[in-house]
């Protein structure tokens, strides 16, 4: 069971302090925090106390912080968002959990299923939630694309296809080319498309086939995957960071029809849902513009506040870790 943190009593807010001055966390938690009410983002941890200082003048954050300890130890700070390169996720997370703090963490979780499982167990041991920050999952368009496959609208499903491509500067230091630090398309991109077709079909899918192209830094620019369903349905993933261009989809066929959903990942920068069933015209359905980091904040802060459960935690986050595992592991055995 989780327990609930102490709460700082000299405010009304929820206190949220960010594990590293990061680029995702100001639109995953700075800007959803000004959406969301009953949060705060309180401080900023950097490892140099001169970068934290920047970004907290940068971004109007009251306090700033030399080293990832002194926060998490912090009596006024309620909870921690982790925006660390993902080969310490599991590290820091664990170790807010065990200093009485709730724990948001950036995707991808962890970089194999061990470290999941030491999360879970910090979890068990602690009561303190660590959850997933798989964004797209709260948004109401992703509860449309669940009612709709899961709930037999397409018949019998036969295929799930799901796509994301982007073009992303290869920086000096940039963690995203560099595999040791969780970089690649795989973990970076392929989370969400592997999460989408199990989120979507409600099932564990199982690797068939899979290939990659690699970076000399080791991690994978692109990354392909044919996988089965134990429904007997097929499914797919591909995902490439420097295609030229960016792209999120995600196609479900059946025996009644077809689903078709362009940008399940980031519904607020333009989006739509298209239901092709047979013999009836298309029809498309278009979506709330709010962020869905936005409603990721806002089921954080009830399952801290209030034990409402997410689904983005525990043995969920374990499954996709595994997939992802077996998907690397399939495409190397080539």
């Known amino acids: 069971m989780m327990r609930k943190p102490r709460v700082a009593s ?12 990061a680029r995702v966390a100001t639109y995953a938690m700075i800007e959803a925090a000004r959406d969301v009410g009953g949060v705060e983002v309180a401080a900023i941890a950097s490892r140099s106390l001169t970068k934290a ?16 300890e002194a926060l998490i130890r912090d009596p006024d700070i309620d909870a921690v968002y982790v925006a660390l390169p993902p080969d310490v996720h599991a590290h820091w997370s664990i170790a807010a959990a065990e ?3 709730p724990v948001l963490c950036e995707k991808p979780f962890t970089l194999d299923p061990l470290q999941v499982e030491a999360i879970i167990a910090a979890e068990a041991r602690t009561g303190m939630l660590i959850m997933e920050a798989q964004h797209s999952h709260y948004h109401p368009m992703a509860a449309r694309m669940r009612d709709i496959v899961r709930g037999g609208m397409l018949g019998e499903l036969h295929h799930i296809e799901a796509l994301f491509e982007a073009d992303l500067d290869e920086s000096p230091g940039e963690h995203r080319f560099i595999e040791a630090m969780g970089g690649g398309a795989l973990w970076d991109l392929g989370v969400y498309t592997a999460y989408w077709i199990r989120s979507m079909s409600g099932a564990e899918p199982v690797v068939l086939s899979a290939c990659e192209t690699r970076h000399a830094g080791g991690a994978d620019l692109a990354t392909s995957a044919q996988m089965q369903l134990p429904c007997g349905a097929s499914a797919s993933l591909s995902c490439n960071m420097q295609a030229g261009g960016v792209a999120a989809r995600l196609i479900a066929r059946g025996s009644n029809g077809t689903l078709t959903v362009n940008n399940p990942l980031n519904p607020q920068k333009g989006h739509s849902l298209i239901l092709e069933l047979n ?9 709330t513009m709010r962020p869905t ?14 034990g409402n459960p997410v689904a983005t935690r525990g043995e969920d986050s374990l499954k996709t870790i595994q997939l992802l595992d077996a998907i690397r592991a399939k495409a190397r055995a080539q």
């Open 10 to 21: 000299n405010s009304e807010n929820l206190r949220i302090g960010i594990l590293g001055a």
């Open 53 to 68: 200082q920047e970004y907290a003048a940068a971004h109007g954050i009251a306090r700033s912080v030399e080293g990832y």
């Open 99 to 101: 200093a009485g703090k």
């Open 279 to 287: 013999g009836q015209d298309a029809v498309t359905e278009q979506f």
């Open 293 to 306: 980091f936005s409603y990721q904040l806002e089921a954080f802060r009830d399952a801290v506040l209030h």
